[in-house]
């Protein structure tokens, strides 16, 4: 048999050889430092046996996917811990997440994090220092009913998973074996940097109406010094949290009458408004034609684009007339039956069709995260359609609009390629094939570093991932651009060429905030509330040094009005109460600029102003003040300066 490398090399193995055996056949250090392997873009336990021809990569502790697989793993030695204390414990699922992991688990008795938590670190200490090797089976549905027979919600699972034609496997560490298709670490003794963070109540499966469960977070790393690290940025972080800010200033909430669905308050709405006007002149600015589509579609919309084969699961479906209609997931379909509605020639391409395209999806409910992870959400989306022969230029003007708003707010990003998913995608993989070579054509072309993403694409086409890094170095996505050659052929969409002849447009997908909700929280945390002041709720707060004074309270008066002439966001807080606190209260709620206003001002037309976040103070003439404040605002700079 062979197998085909990273490097395109080609190498020979005896038939029936295990990913193992690859990893001695191409050197010995190698297979005493792989966890795992990657096997055509997949990932494979290195007991298992390798298919012929097929591309293999052995991943180590240096590899991207090898964390996830070190924390997947630290989950089951939770749940061995907690087997160990609590042998009636009922275990559901114990998945690795972007942060560290958790575990679902119905105990006879509430949980204490103070007293139950340490008890179960100290076991899983005691678990690692016996090293027990961590090994693979592969199982009937009957032999994993047996194992499992005392375990409610894996019997459940097992059902779930044999009823689909899905293969079973367990994995064994000493006394405890969980049901799970793994990879994992090879033994118990490679997971020694982990804590366990807190807990929380959910539902089986996210369901109100099935069993409640405590759910245990932690995270695990492979050094005990990035470890203290991400334990140290985690405390930063709780000064940043968005969650938090959002409270306090007043920008959003969240209600249990409506788990991830965000309520925007009126300092919220004010910040949100201004990221939609911005984008709204950048569109314009920019050759597009703004739309705005239903919110609900029927089964046969979604039929025809593929969704409801692909994304029904995360739809939330409903009945009209009788006949089976979804709540949008995506806008795309909508901006397609947008251009299917005029005749189109050559001479109206590239057409840029833009939205505010409010979309629902259905995420796990240990998955919502304030308004990173949300059930609603407006995607700022457009959607191009025109001859490949414009493709490269059509994306060339698009890296430069990514990169202005991106510098806009400060934020350092870097592009991936996302490719052909392995099975879920539609089309002609010839056709996949030239539309990623068209994509890496025009990055390489403009001397655009960028990363491979196997297998990430689209079901319908390539895309191009824009992720950036904010203050507390957490990596996110939100812009994306993606190369569908899918759908128009899928709509039966046409345009009447220079020769008379209908052609097949193609189409571009593209968001650059991603959502505004997520943007918000990202910018939120990374400005930690400070936001620059055209998006500040507050924008000037005046301060009468003795509010019962009416010379300073009739000017405090009159510099509000002229302020709010000027269309700035301007408040007066004539409160009898000291003015430390009034200067307090005001830094606390993060208003860019406060004027504080006394007998000198007041009798000289001046003001005395502080920064957000300055500790000086500055006085100067209030026209100038105006002058530099309206700068401010017009410039639209991250930071501001005296």
């Not at 020769?499 to 929280?521: N, T, W, Y």
């Not at 004027?595 to 000289?604: C, D, N, R």
Request: proline share 4%; with cysteine; aromatic share 10%.
């Amino acid at each position: 048999m062979y197998i085909f490398l990273p490097d395109k090399s080609k190498k020979s193995l005896p038939d029936g050889s295990t990913a193992l055996d690859a990893c001695k056949a191409i050197s010995l250090s190698l297979s005493k430092e792989a966890i795992c392997a990657k096997v055509n873009g997949s990932l494979f336990d290195l007991t298992e046996k390798l298919p012929d021809g097929c591309t293999f990569e052995a991943i180590t502790a240096k590899s991207p996917e090898a964390l996830e697989i070190l924390r997947h793993s630290a989950a089951h030695l939770m749940a061995q811990a907690i087997k160990h204390l609590y042998p009636t414990a009922q275990f559901a699922y114990g998945p690795a997440t972007e942060e560290g992991f958790y575990y679902d688990v119905r105990f006879d008795h509430p949980l204490s994090e103070n007293q139950d938590l340490p008890k179960i670190e100290q076991e899983m200490r005691k678990i690692v220092s016996q090293n027990e090797k961590i090994v693979r089976e592969d199982v009937t549905a009957e032999e994993a009913k047996a194992l499992f027979a005392n375990q409610k919600y894996k019997l459940i699972h097992i059902d779930e998973l044999s009823s689909q034609g899905e293969s079973l496997s367990v994995y064994r560490q000493g006394d405890f074996v969980d049901l799970c298709l793994g990879p994992h670490m090879r033994s118990t003794g490679q997971i020694k940097a982990f804590k366990l963070m807190s807990t929380s109540s959910c539902y089986f499966k996210g369901d109100k109406n099935n069993d409640s469960l405590t759910r245990i977070y932690g995270t695990a790393f492979f050094s005990q010094k990035d470890l203290e690290d991400y334990l140290r940025i985690l405390e930063e972080r709780k000064e940043s949290d968005h969650k938090k800010i959002g409270r306090e200033m007043g920008l959003f909430m969240i209600s249990d009458y409506g788990p991830g669905f965000p309520f925007w308050l009126p300092n919220g709405m004010i910040l949100r408004h201004e990221l939609e006007e911005f984008w709204w002149k950048l569109m314009v600015d920019n050759g597009y034609k703004v739309v705005k589509t239903p919110q609900i579609l029927s089964r046969e919309l979604w039929e025809t684009s593929g969704h409801w084969r692909e994304y029904k699961k995360n739809m939330y479906i409903t009945k009209i007339d009788g006949k089976p209609f979804a709540i949008k997931p995506m806008n795309c379909p909508g901006a397609i039956l947008v251009y299917g509605n005029d005749l189109h020639s050559y001479r109206d391409l590239p057409l840029r069709i833009a939205e505010l395209g409010l979309v629902h999806r259905h995420e796990a409910s240990g998955a919502l995260n304030g308004l990173f992870r949300v059930r609603c959400f407006t995607q700022d989306d457009a959607h191009v359609f025109l001859p490949f022969d414009q493709i490269g230029s059509e994306i060339r003007q698009l890296l430069k609009i990514f990169d202005y708003v991106y510098s806009l707010f400060g934020l350092e990003y870097h592009i991936e390629l996302s490719t052909r998913p392995l099975d879920k995608y539609v089309g002609k993989i010839s056709t996949w094939n030239k539309a990623e070579a068209e994509l890496k054509a025009c990055l390489e072309e403009n001397k655009i570093p960028y990363v491979i993403n196997p297998g990430d694409g689209a079901f319908y086409g390539p895309k191009l991932d824009f992720k950036f890094k904010d203050s507390l170095n957490r990596v996110w996505q939100c812009g994306t651009i993606q190369l569908d050659m899918q759908l128009p052929h899928r709509f039966h969409l046409s345009y009447v060429d220079k020769d008379g002849e209908k052609k097949e447009p193609v189409m571009l997908h593209r968001a650059i905030f991603g959502s505004i909700e997520r943007f918000v929280g990202i910018i939120t945390e990374n400005f930690k509330g400070s936001f620059p002041t055209w998006l500040a709720p507050e924008q000037v707060r005046i301060l009468p040094v003795s509010p019962t004074d009416e010379s300073q309270l009739a000017y405090a008066r009159a510099l509000l009005a002229k302020l709010k002439r000027h269309g700035v966001r301007a408040s007066l807080d004539d409160r009898n109460e000291k003015l430390n606190y009034r200067i307090h209260d005001s830094q606390t709620m993060k208003v860019s600029y406060t004027l504080v206003i006394g007998a000198k001002e007041a009798e000289s037309d001046l003001v005395t102003y502080r920064i957000h976040k300055a500790k000086d103070t500055r006085t100067i003439a209030s026209k100038d003040f105006i002058r530099l404040l309206l700068k401010d605002i017009q410039e639209k700079k991250a930071t501001r300066s005296y």
